[in-house]
């Protein structure tokens, strides 16, 4: 069974741009979960969706946002860049929502902001 | 709300010597918790998970994790480590006593197995 793929896996913007990352989850997983990865601030958790509905989000501005499809399939934006924003953004998919499901990641996306 | 400490931030161990890896949670109900690894410039891969039941845990790669709840503490084991162990692990934690809460994870501990 393919893993969870994510694309673009390198990413270059400049400030003030916008940027949409996609992820598609592993075949049969209908929740996806996003993170963002810093050297700093190391795992932070932006948001949770199942059945196209965001069902949890983290303390990020509104500036991250994010959609889940049908297909279960989810991307992430990011609008008005900040240099702050370069980091790794991880999705993770896992069977249902619950919290004794484990979560399976993707190699994550690198977004360099310039 | 939930959190997790993983007290050291780097491990260092000899090559067939035992490691651990600690970490400690906060929740207020009761915890599942999950362990991760991650290599470099990949995603997190899961080790293992505790859920109910038998306070050992054995998940992939000859790894193990012992839930103590009177000390709070879920620390990652392996009986004789391999130079392939070196990596960044993260321990997790959910608090099951709520719905839609989030995935907690540590600050990450950076394990180097040396030959």
């Known amino acids: 069974k393919a893993g969870v793929t994510q694309t673009p896996r390198y990413l270059i913007k400049t400030r003030g741009q916008q940027v949409t990352l996609s992820c598609s989850p592993i075949s049969g997983h209908r929740s996806v979960s996003w993170y963002q990865q810093t050297p700093g601030q190391g795992l932070q958790f932006l948001f949770e969706?199942?059945?196209?509905?965001?069902?949890n989000k983290g303390n990020f501005p509104g500036r991250f946002s994010g959609r889940q499809f049908s297909n279960s399939r989810s991307e992430m934006n990011v609008s008005t860049l900040e240099l702050g924003d370069s980091a790794l953004y991880l999705c993770a998919s896992s069977l249902a929502l619950g919290q004794a499901y484990e979560q399976y990641f993707g190699p994550g996306t690198r977004l360099t902001v310039t | 709300a939930q959190s997790v400490a993983q007290p050291e931030d780097q491990v260092n161990v000899a090559e067939g010597n035992p490691l651990t890896v600690k970490c400690t949670y906060s929740v207020s109900g009761n915890p599942y918790l999950f362990w991760y690894v991650q290599y470099p410039n990949r995603g997190l891969q899961f080790l293992l998970k505790?859920?109910?039941?038998?306070?050992l845990v054995k998940g992939s790669y000859g790894f193990e994790a012992e839930f103590n709840k009177s000390q709070t503490s879920f620390h990652l084991k392996k009986p004789s480590a391999l130079v392939s162990d070196s990596a960044l692990y993260f321990c997790?934690?959910?608090?099951?006593?709520?719905?839609?809460?989030?995935?907690?994870f540590g600050a990450g501990t950076r394990l180097t197995v040396k030959p």
């Open positions: 997790a934690v959910r608090d099951r006593s709520y719905n839609n809460n989030d995935m907690r």
């Open positions: 505790y859920i109910t039941g038998d306070n």
């Open positions: 969706y199942f059945s196209e509905t965001q069902r």
